[in-house]
Nanobody
Framework: QVQLVESGGGLVQAGDSLRLSCVAS????????MGWFRQAPGKEREFVAA????????RYADSVKGRFTITKDNAKNTVYLQMNSLKPEDTAVYYC????????????????WGQGTQVTVSS
């Protein structure tokens, strides 16, 4: 089992920045990918970004490219999501997740999830 705890969400204005953190514990040796997803009210959960635990290859959704950056600190078992130039449409609950393989943007490929952290961007 892998446990994930997110933090860093909040209420900001359009154009502001936020940094989300996700700390993993438990069977962290099984992690190949750590990713971020988000879910807005009434919408399906969608892929935001992912990073390969070994090597650091990243992948982003088109909607956040150039604004969001995913990074990791292997020593701290932590992944970060730096979110700049936030827009009201970025408002959602953001979830951290881990996968045993790299490349998929589908929720079904991720087998452990955090509890989520709310990000609200006002216009």
């Amino acid at each position: 089992q892998v446990q994930l705890v997110e933090s860093g969400g909040g209420l900001v204005q359009a154009g502001d920045s936020l940094r989300l953190s996700c700390v993993a514990s438990g069977r962290t040796f099984s992690i190949e990918t750590m990713g971020w997803f988000r879910q807005a009210p009434g919408k399906e959960r969608e892929f935001v970004a992912a990073i390969r635990w070994s090597g650091g290859i990243t992948r982003y959704a088109d909607s956040v490219k150039g604004r969001f950056t995913i990074t990791k600190d292997n020593a701290k078992n932590t992944v970060y999501l730096q979110m700049n130039s936030l827009k009201p449409e970025d408002t959602a609950v953001y979830y951290c997740a881990v996968a045993p393989s790299f490349g998929s943007t589908q929720t079904s490929a991720y087998n452990y999830w955090g509890q989520g952290t709310q990000v609200t961007v006002s216009s």
